[in-house]
């Protein structure tokens, strides 16, 4: 019973860190209609940031997290406005098509100017631990995963209440309309994709405080910001956190019970069987 | 140019096929891989290029033949042939397996749901005691690079055939419309869903068979290895480079490719994977319909092609 509650609570912990993975992935996905299969590349990226970042300047790294995510805002401004943009109009099979080949470079890149070692972040508190009722909380899961969750909350605020948010939620809704009312979308495409960017920088940062880095965590990461999002649907944030706990969860419980080797298998099945459940995605009104 | 195409065709075919007679080991080795790549990019080519379902887990194929013959040599002394089929078997029970849940959606849908293939297939795989776990399977050795090579070469002409009967068969020009206009080819009578999957199917039937091939000839195989990831990438990027939906395009385009990236590992492996990378950004952006297209227009527009696509798709 001990063992059972210690694995959900690993698994909720999971998946509040599986939320804002998600999170930039569904706000790209949504608003400007690119499903980003460099995304889990830029978790990735955004994860080295934070760990140079705490072993060159020593910043911890949740004090750190709003240098990487400024830092990859930047990046994905300058990758839509250079790139991106210029297959805009073009079928979806050539923007799939060209963010894999930005995964396959960031991959390769990484691996030639990081190296192919894991790395971690081990900020000095890293082995401490809280006890709840005979469960074992770590103190950076616990920091990692709540943060997450509250970077997600964040966003959605932001989403909602400010006039950049409202103009990106229009021109997700109506290009041509938002256009009339003003909004420049190669500007406003470049900080949405900015944003999406920022936010898998911050999820690459709090990521690499819980697990180990190394360039090819790419594809998975995609695949679960993938799944999460279908899950959860790209209307609401409180649907990818939704979906990032349900993933956190079945993972936990898939490796207590099966094996941890099946863990990605997992996450993999559960994407397949929400395609045959709900067919047409369970996005709601964006699908 | 048209009506010598079909004598040069055979030409450089006669002189693929007496490759070995005259080339040293290393280029007939060279020749094998290539022409492996080739027969996957051709795979892909009918899903992702004539049905316009990018794949982004042929490999998963590619993977189970491999295994196919592996295990039927290994644990059950079988000879070859039967471990070809025994692989073919796989990768059709799993196209559509996979094919029907996920196919029936619209292509992102599918393009991620395969992205992670390679990697699952290769967790399940690690665990199964009949295909050796994470140690993988020593194949029986057979050291004939000549037999490999024209078993390739067979394959290769094998697949092209199959796309040439695409353009010109029921079936190709349903996978087509498709590729144009979903809802379209639904109003016509195409039962898409079914076309979908076929043509997943027989995509998965060929990377079945090179990977077969290849494990015969490597005599070795562990999950690692046969669902190499980078397999995908190199496929996709030599149809796309070569011009995706044509019959010819993806051949030259790992013909040229592989050719480059024998030279580029040479010197540093991971410049090759990045140089692979940037090919497919920069491909995508000025030639997304590949060299074919670019070999069928450039005379007349010149380097204005390059960028009247720019200006076709940008925002």
């Known amino acids: 019973m001990d063992l059972l509650l210690q694995i959900l609570v690993n698994g909720i912990l999971q998946g509040g860190l599986y939320a804002i993975m998600a999170l930039g992935l569904a706000l790209v996905w949504g608003v400007l209609n690119i499903v980003n299969l460099a995304h889990g590349a830029f978790i990735m990226l955004g994860a080295y940031i934070s760990w140079y970042s705490f072993s060159w300047l020593g910043l911890d790294p949740f004090i750190g997290l709003p240098l990487t995510a400024v830092l990859m805002f930047g990046v994905g401004y300058a990758i839509q406005r250079g790139i991106l943009n210029l297959v805009a109009r073009a079928p979806m099979f050539n923007t799939l098509l060209i963010t894999f080949g930005l995964e396959v470079v960031l991959t390769y890149l990484a691996q030639l100017v990081f190296s192919a070692d894991f790395r971690t972040i081990n900020p000095s508190y890293s082995g401490r631990n809280i006890d709840v009722l005979g469960v074992t909380i770590p103190v950076v899961r616990l920091a990692a995963s709540g943060l997450a969750i509250l970077l997600t909350l964040v966003m959605w605020r932001f989403l909602l209440h400010t006039r950049l948010g409202r103009a990106i939620r229009a021109t997700a809704q109506n290009l041509p309309a938002a256009r009339l009312h003003g909004v420049e979308p190669r500007h406003l495409y470049a900080v949405t994709f900015g944003l999406g960017l920022a936010l898998a920088g911050a999820a690459g940062g709090l990521y690499g405080t819980v697990s180990q880095i190394n360039p090819y965590i790419g594809a998975t990461l995609t695949a679960k910001s993938f799944a999460i999002s279908i899950i959860g649907g790209l209307d609401t944030p409180l649907g990818v956190i939704a979906g990032g706990l349900v993933l956190g969860l079945i993972e936990a419980l898939t490796t207590l019970y099966v094996g941890p080797t099946f863990a990605d298998v997992a996450s993999f099945g559960v994407l397949v069987l929400v395609l045959i459940v709900r067919p047409s995605g369970l996005l709601g009104r964006t699908a | ?315």
């Open chain 2, 1 to 315: 140019m048209r009506p010598l195409r079909i004598p040069l065709i055979l030409i450089v075919l006669i002189a693929l096929a007496l490759l070995p007679l005259y080339g040293s080991d290393t280029i007939v080795q060279f020749g094998i891989s290539t022409l492996l790549l080739a027969v996957l990019a051709q795979g892909w080519n009918i899903i992702g290029g004539y049905a316009g379902y990018p794949s982004f887990g042929n490999s998963a194929f590619y993977g189970l033949g491999a295994y196919g013959v592996g295990i039927a040599m290994v644990q059950w002394q079988l000879p070859f042939a039967v471990g070809l089929a025994l692989g073919v078997i796989l990768a059709v029970v799993f196209a559509i397996c996979l094919g029907i849940p996920v196919l029936r959606l619209k292509g992102h849908y599918f393009a991620i749901a395969t992205l992670a293939l390679a990697q699952v297939m290769a967790a399940i795989v690690s665990n199964v005691e009949l295909a050796g776990q994470n140690i993988g399977l020593v194949l029986p050795p057979l050291n004939d690079d000549a037999l490999f090579y024209e078993l390739s070469l067979v394959l290769l002409v094998a697949a092209t055939l199959t796309v040439w009967w695409l353009t010109r068969s029921r079936f190709g020009f349903g996978l087509i419309a498709i590729r144009e206009n979903e809802e379209g080819a639904v109003v016509m009578g195409v039962d898409t869903t079914r076309y979908k999957v076929l043509a997943f199917a027989l995509a998965g039937v060929f990377s079945a068979l090179a990977g077969g091939i290849h494990a015969y000839w490597i005599t070795f195989l562990d999950p690692e290895s046969a669902f190499d990831i980078t397999l995908n990438v190199k496929m996709i990027i030599m149809a796309v480079f070569g011009g995706p939906g044509t019959i010819l395009g993806p051949i030259v385009g790992s013909f040229i490719l592989s050719a480059i990236s024998e030279f580029l590992s040479s010197e540093v492996t991971s410049i090759a994977g990045l140089f692979f990378g940037v090919v497919i950004v920069v491909a995508v952006v000025l030639m997304p319909r590949g060299l074919a297209d670019v070999a069928r227009r450039f005379h007349r527009t010149g380097w204005r092609y390059f960028i009247e696509n720019i200006r076709m798709h940008r925002l």
